[in-house]
């Protein structure tokens, strides 16, 4: 009498191993906009794409390049991404110049990677105040311009466009 039970309980247990199955054979398709081109920092990603774990979880995952973190947002806006890498900075910027709704779900940097490059042979900037009057190059998706702008004004300084 006692075998009915164990057959249906065995019967069940088969169909949800199917089931699952079935369900992680599924993928959920996903495109997750880098910041720049693939770079060093962005490693993880393509390790994780490379050894199969994005699968295992159920995604699809395709990873996409951008020409600064304001094209990455974009791409999200637009709905060509559905996950973007950006810093705090970049989102604080997209949100308020413009309808953007974009949020942020995970940190990855402690601090933004900023950087003020200058030619010794040139402006030779060593400090905030020699950034006055100077031309400020970034790249043409990016919000590194406003950033530093950002960070001028908050010294006090005078940033030229």
């Known amino acids: 009498m006692r075998i009915r039970p164990l057959l249906a309980f065995a019967a069940l247990m088969t169909t949800l191993v199917a089931l699952a199955s079935e ?30 774990y994005y699968k295992q979880a159920g995604l699809d995952v395709t990873i996409i390049p951008s020409q600064g973190t304001a094209q990455a947002i974009q791409s999200v806006e637009a709905k060509a991404a559905q996950f973007a890498f950006s810093d705090v900075a970049g989102l604080v910027a997209a949100r308020a110049n413009s309808q953007a709704t974009a949020k942020m779900v995970a940190v990855i940097y402690q601090k933004s990677p900023y950087a003020i490059f200058s030619l010794r ?10 950034l006055e009057n100077l031309e400020i190059a970034s790249g043409v998706g990016s919000f590194t311009q406003k950033v530093i702008e950002a960070f001028m004004k908050s010294k006090g300084l005078k940033a030229t466009r």
């Open 121 to 130: 042979s040139g402006a030779n900037v060593t400090k905030p105040e020699q």
């Open 23 to 52: 369900a992680q054979a599924q993928t959920t398709p996903v495109t997750f906009s880098l910041d720049f081109r693939a770079l060093g920092r962005h490693a993880a990603w393509y390790v994780a794409l490379e050894k199969g």
